[in-house]
């Protein structure tokens, strides 16, 4: 039973990741899309396709608060006191981010909205960042059983400080990908193009930060490593062929909706062979396991059933959502920029982006990577 | 007495305690304001497209479109701070997580499901406007509106089960069986569950009401003004005796089931009978300064004869007695007052309604109207300070002190810092909004665009109009 409900908790948080990840991805995307003429179009398109589903998504959060509360209440405790910090920050970045984002809908002043832009985008980093910091230092356990307070060097180690940066690259990558899709629903071809040539750049980054990680958990947590190389290397295989798959496939412009598909499931196998990797163990470091520090099996059979609930009622409710919002026949209603629009209307019409411009991404990717390597090979001196 | 020494050797255990409560009450208090319009002003918003579809009334779809609209940005709030709501469980209170996660989780994932349900429902009734056609429109609002009660019923399950806890076997500090439906409707959700959610109809209803009032009495009397008062206005009235019926009711089980809280509430300091009734009045040192005092009140309202016996916080040690007795006191007044307040003020409208078939022409009756929405969330507000200023000093009920609860990690002064400073910008951010909002849709000026911000593709036909520059600046 305590399996069971484990497997519930890895699928929540899975589906948060990438559900959720994507629209904080967009957040990252919208940072990047320039000054309010050249990053027009890619906004909207951003924009659009985050703001029906971004709260549906947002509730998978909370759905895994409760159920790790619910069933490890122990475990979660340890990591509340263990990594209050970061978990503070990812919940000041929950609030900004959305606040900043339902805000600038309705603000008219260009300055205000510019700042509510900006307080969106930025906090859409906030979040993935430090949750992946919390990640980080339970990998590398940096949690204790009972903990009385922070222990700041947990979080920052270089190992958690590396998945931070890999979660705000996935959310990026789900991002760039799902927004290819949503271009070529729209038969838009040169958003298509902007965002394939951020998905390329995405994935490369994504990629490098995963090798990285791995590299680094071979010196911060050595059981962990092995078992990401021995019983979750099929789930490490599995990820690595769907990155590469998406993209193959994004740059040879295949159909797009079994890339998104891919993409999420890329991101699925990592998360899923951390949890195969750790598995029994809770929290690495503890001998808190799913067994030992579980609630009483009724709690848990209650959580079954919430969860067969869910799948029952939520899942057709989602695909509702879904589908209506595929189809396009979700839109903003009334959503009134008109005033501040008018005031700054004589401007030009806005061309797309420039066709140079994107390469800045795969420019920042390479340095990404380079910065990787550099830092890699300096770890290794260190030693 | 033991039991006090430990009390107080424990309540030393962290000096994170009181900062910790008062950053729960600000972003509760905070919350719940925006939990009470996420639970009712769905329905509200509901009740106006129903009568603008059945009767083919413009003036009430029109309501509803717009109040969608402002809904969008109070779902929006409401979901933020939730969610702060929900890391605060832990990062807060994480003794009482560990001990009692398993126990009270399960009415919180229960409320998981039901968020899920509002969130989506949401998204496709405020986006849903343009191509789901009437009544199927109509139809999508629905279950937000049921899951936003189911969502209350859920939420309060686990406060009113901090106040009269039970449903699970303890042993050595770790819960062995739970019976989870025995935590969620426990002895004193029967009541509690009932009054917030009409607490959530009254406070939206008149925040509605409120809003119109104050266009009427700034002389905007027209039709569209006194449609949307009578939306909010009508139903809120109509719930305030069954509120207080609830209320009365509460009070009655919490004499018997949380003494000590009563005895708070109604000033008494020695278990008697013959129990007087104050009305108001501050208790400071032992001595009840002002007030009104009704000889043989208060054991008539506990137990209907003068001669009924009623506890007085006198039959605990010291330590186990809630603080600042005066502010539980003077909260319970204020949401008894301010309810029979609004209850007065459906009163009036009914007879004027019975007597001449429309609303009082009294300017006094519109500027007690645009002050009812504050009226019912103060009455809200004093309502939660009573539940929960009058537990202390237990989080759970006699099982879980506060200070055993509390983080033992520092720094909750600060995050209260921040807390009270973000939450400031963010209410004074969504008022102003919900302003601008108002005075676009007075102008006629909401239009569409989709971009979030930067030049509109074609150069609008239209020019600005002269007024909104200088009301924007305003
Ligand atoms: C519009 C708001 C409102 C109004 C008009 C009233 N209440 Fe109330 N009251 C609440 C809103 C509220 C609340 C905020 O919703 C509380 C806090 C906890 C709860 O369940 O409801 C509450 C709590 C609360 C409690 C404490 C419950 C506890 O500690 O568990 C009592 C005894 C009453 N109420 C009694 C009354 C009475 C006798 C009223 C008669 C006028 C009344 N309330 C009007
Ligand atoms: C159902 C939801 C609620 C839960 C689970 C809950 C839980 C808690 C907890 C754990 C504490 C800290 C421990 C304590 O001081 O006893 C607390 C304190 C407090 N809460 Fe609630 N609460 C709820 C609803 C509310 C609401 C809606 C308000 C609105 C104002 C509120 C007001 C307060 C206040 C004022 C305190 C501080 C009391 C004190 O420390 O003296 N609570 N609550
Ligand atoms: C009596 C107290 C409470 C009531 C009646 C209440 C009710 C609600 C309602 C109706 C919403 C939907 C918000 C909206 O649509 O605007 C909401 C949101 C939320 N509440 Fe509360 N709440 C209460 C206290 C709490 C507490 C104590 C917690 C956490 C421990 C909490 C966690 C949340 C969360 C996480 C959300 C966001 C859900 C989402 O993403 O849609 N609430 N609450």
Redesign the pocket.
Known sequence: MPATVGAILLTGITLYAVLAGADFGGGLWDLLAGGDQRGRSPRQLIDQSISPVWEANHVWLIFDLVIFWTAFPRAFAAVMIGAALPLWLAAGGIVLRGAGFAFRKEITRLPWMRAAGATFALSSLMTPFFMGTVIGAIATRGIPPNPTSTNQHAWTNPTAVLAGLLFVAACGYLAAVYLTGEATRRGDRRLLAYFTRRAQAAAVVAGALSLALLAELHGSNRVLYSRLTGRALPLVILAALCGLGVLASISAHLPRFEVRVIAALGVATVIWGWGVAQYPVLLPGTGLTLDNASAPRSVLVALVGVFIAAVLVIGPSLALLFTLQSRGALQPDEAGLLMAADRIGGARPASGPRAKLPHEGLKGAIVALFAAVVYLRNRRRER | MTRALITLATARVSGE??P???Q???T?????IL?SLGIAFPTTVLLAEFIGLRRHNETAMRLARRWSQAMGVLVAVGAVTGTV?SF??GL??PG?MRRFGAV?GFPFDVEGLFFFLEAIFTAIYLYGWRRLSGWKHWASGVPIALSGICGAMS??????W?NQPGGFTERDGRIMSVHVWQVFFNHAALYEMPH?ILAAYMVTGFIVAGVYAAGIVRGRRDRYHYTGFSLGFVPAAILTPFQIFVGDTAARAIAHDQPVKFAAMEYVARTSRDVPEWLGGVYLNGQIYGGLKIPYMDSLLVGFSPSTKVVGWDSVPPADR???VWLIHLCFDAMVGLGFLLLLGGLWAAFEWWRRRHLPPQRLFWLLGSLSGLVAVVA??C???V???G?????VYQLQT?AQ??TTNGGILASLTVVIVLYAILGVATILILRMLARRWRHGDADQTDVPYGPRPRPPERSVPERTSAEVAS
């Open positions: 305690v009181v910790a409560r008062a729960m009450a600000t509760l208090g905070f919350h719940i939990a709501l605060e469980m807060l209170w009482l009270l939420v309060v399950a686990v406060n009113s901090m917030m809630p603080p600042a809200m507000e309502g939660w300070v539940t929960e200023v537990r202390q000093p237990w989080v506060t609860a509390a």
